[in-house]
């Protein structure tokens, strides 16, 4: 799976939307499958026109470190996924709260790109892993 630096990079040599749009779909061919039996209705992302499903794994301590499996069922928002998960996963509880990845997609030119739909299950998805960030943060604040 490719890394945030590596996609920030990749971006910056692709000038049309066409060439990023493929790229997209290549990073979401390269994510692992997400098993079945993880498929759930609790990891699945309301909000999403398409499927998607994301999973959080939580390591110890009052500010864990946070990975997340994800997928969905369509190609192009499975690369988006895939790019949260760059974003996100491997982080610090703390650093995942702060971190806007919605200005990410901004800074690569992506969001314009996006239909009303698709943009709004990115808000989703980040919505989602920040207050299951925060959800940590407070459970071990208390």
Request: proline content about 3%.
């Amino acid at each position: 799976m490719a890394t945030l630096e590596e996609i920030k990079e990749d971006f910056a040599f692709l000038d049309d939307w066409e060439d990023r749009y493929r790229y997209v779909i290549e990073l979401g061919k390269a994510l692992p499958d997400l098993p079945e039996e993880k498929r759930t209705a609790e990891s699945k992302v309301r909000g999403c026109a398409s499927q998607v499903w994301l999973v959080p794994h939580a390591g110890d301590g009052a500010d864990p470190i946070i990975t997340y499996e994800g997928d969905s069922d369509a190609h192009i928002v499975r690369g988006l996924v895939a790019i949260v998960l760059a974003a996100y996963s491997g982080r610090h509880a703390s650093e995942i709260v702060k971190l806007d990845a919605l200005e990410l997609f901004a800074t690569l030119g992506l969001i314009e790109h996006l239909s009303a739909q698709r943009a709004n299950g990115l808000r989703s998805m980040v919505q989602r892993i920040r207050e299951e960030a925060a959800r940590h943060l407070a459970a071990t604040q208390s």
